[in-house]
């Protein structure tokens, strides 16, 4: 089941409240911009399972979601595209960096940091760390 959404912890799943959800869905570029800088040239799926995989299957995406996200970076000159052979031996669609998309994913890293360390402050989690 790839569906962004869902928390899995050991022998049982929890889906993660809708408003949490969203917020992931609000993230997926930075997730894959990301994704695609650390694994270099990846297909969707290849991403998709690189997420839920860093993520511990803490996020699961929805392909739909997924798919559109990529296409949006691609649209915004985020991402260059290539078609390959997958190893499955597949034809796919793999999925590049561009110099855009390096500055876009360091500030949105930054921006990330910044709104989670707000965050963090105002819940009193004590994450204070030098800026």
């Known amino acids: 089941m790839s569906r962004l959404g869902q928390k899995k912890h050991p022998g049982r799943e929890v889906p993660l409240s809708s408003k949490s959800a969203s917020i992931l869905y609000g993230n997926l570029d930075l997730l894959l911009l990301q994704t695609v800088e650390a694994?270099?040239?990846?297909?969707?799926?290849?991403?998709?399972?690189?997420?839920?995989?860093r993520s511990q299957g803490s996020i699961?995406?929805?392909?739909?979601?997924?798919?559109?996200?990529?296409?949006?970076?691609?649209a915004r000159g985020l991402l260059s595209s290539e078609w390959r052979t997958s190893e499955k031996s597949r034809r796919a669609k793999f999925y590049s960096l561009t110099k855009a998309g390096k500055k876009e994913l360091a500030r949105g890293k930054a921006e990330w940091e910044r709104h989670t360390r707000a965050v963090g402050r105002v819940l009193g989690l004590g994450w204070e760390v030098s800026e």
Do not use: N, T, W
């Not at 694994?39 to 995989?53: F, K, R, S, V």
């Not at 699961?60 to 691609?74: F, I, N, P, Q, T």
């Open 39 to 53: 694994e270099g040239p990846i297909h969707g799926l290849g991403a998709m399972d690189a997420i839920q995989a």
């Open 60 to 74: 699961e995406v929805e392909d739909g979601a997924l798919y559109r996200s990529l296409h949006r970076l691609e």
